[in-house]
């Protein structure tokens, strides 16, 4: 898994959680919660991912670099 | 000798001389600061923050999520109220108006009256048998509840009813239908 992949990810999970985040709103205000909850989980996951894709594109620079 | 220190007064920063001028477009404090690794460092941030502002809501869902508004509330009298008529009344709270709508066809429709727009009141057009929300000319169909033209782009709530003999009662509401 390169670096780009790992690019690749992290604008990929930023388009997502906006996109959850407009759902969360649109949800909680329509009084559908569990969909509430689901956008949420799926929301915490991504931002998960993203982070962990961060760690492993900083360990592959810092490779690089050395 | 004079010519080594007209060249250095000429490399030096906001200097006249646009031919030599050739530093301003460095500077190392911001390229060490505004690089790749900064930009990612800013996404996984940006996604983060998103993801994080999720949770408020689920949160305050979960602490709605046991409260129960469909209390039966007698709403008006069906004598009272004849075809081609609308009245306004509260409901599930005080805080929340609603609009109950004897249609020309006799039937009876229920709908919080707040557009889901701004906010504004929505009224029944007797002549076009619609709903309008006169602020920025949206209308709602008032048979379904459901936006027809202009901005709003969500349905009304719907409030369910039940007819006991000459009265009406909300017994319910759907936010989202249809």
């Known amino acids: 898994m390169g670096k780009k992949t790992c690019w690749v990810a992290i604008l990929c999970s930023i388009f997502l959680n906006v996109v959850m985040l407009q759902w969360t709103i649109e949800a909680f205000f329509g009084k559908e919660f569990e969909h509430v909850y689901m956008y949420t989980i799926i929301a915490i996951a991504s931002s998960f991912i993203a982070l962990l894709f961060y760690g492993k594109w900083r360990k592959l620079d810092k490779h690089e670099r050395a | 000798m004079v010519d080594e220190k007209k060249n250095q007064k000429r490399n030096q920063r906001k200097a006249d001389d646009d031919m030599i001028n050739l530093v301003d477009n460095l500077n190392r404090s911001e390229d060490l600061r505004f690089n790749r690794r900064a930009f990612l460092k800013s996404a996984v941030g940006a996604s983060l923050t998103l993801g994080i502002a999720t949770l408020p809501f689920s949160i305050k869902a979960m602490m709605d999520d046991g409260e129960d508004d469909s209390e039966k509330l007698e709403i008006a009298k069906l004598s009272e109220l004849p075809k081609g008529e609308s009245m306004e009344f509260h409901y599930p709270t005080d805080s929340e108006p609603a609009l109950l709508v004897h249609t020309k066809n006799g039937e009876l429709k229920a709908y919080n009256n707040k557009c889901t727009h701004l ?7 007797k002549k076009e048998e619609v709903l309008l929300c006169p602020c920025h000319r949206g209308f709602f169909n008032v048979n379904s509840g ?33």
């Open chain 2, 146 to 178: 459901q936006p027809m033209a202009g901005p709003p782009q969500r349905e009304l709530p719907k409030i369910l009813l039940e007819v006991k003999g000459d009265v009406v009662y909300a017994v319910g509401r759907e936010v989202r239908h249809g």
């Open chain 2, 119 to 125: 906010q504004c009141p929505v009224f029944y057009e």
